[in-house]
Nanobody
Framework: QVQLVESGGGLVQPGGSLRLSCAAS????????MGWYRQAPGKQRELVAG???????NYAASVKGRFTISRDNAKNTIFLQMNSLKPEDTAVYYC?????????WGQGTQVTVSS
């Protein structure tokens, strides 16, 4: 049974930082492309950042230079370091694991950026 468990969300002031984690189990983690998505109220879910099995990364234009995705294959975990947070970053952040036809989601963690 595949499980993706996110943690690290919360309330932060504009300009602040948060670090999200996603612990995966039940899958051959090192072979999966992993990603962070987010969904704000009334909006579609969007890709924030992705990292493939080779460690190559990609970012949404809105977060490039502020967010950093990384993975630790020894711990079956990915991270999202979020700096210089803005109110428009407020959303539920979801972890995703994808390999071919296999696609899995975590339950999400709320990030709220507000003063």
């Amino acid at each position: 049974q595949v499980q993706l468990v996110e943690s690290g969300g919360g309330l932060v002031q504009p300009g602040g930082s948060l670090r999200l984690s996603c612990a995966a189990s039940g899958l051959l983690f090192r072979f999966y492309t992993m990603g962070w998505y987010r969904q704000a109220p009334g909006k579609q879910r969007e890709l924030v950042a992705g990292i493939d099995r080779g460690g190559n990364t990609n970012y949404a234009a809105s977060v490039k230079g502020r967010f950093t995705i990384s993975r630790d294959n020894a711990k079956n975990t990915i991270f999202l370091q979020m700096n210089s947070l803005k109110p428009e970053d407020t959303a539920v952040y979801y972890c995703n694991a994808n390999m071919g036809g296999a696609n899995y989601w975590g339950q999400g963690t709320q990030v709220t950026v507000s003063s």
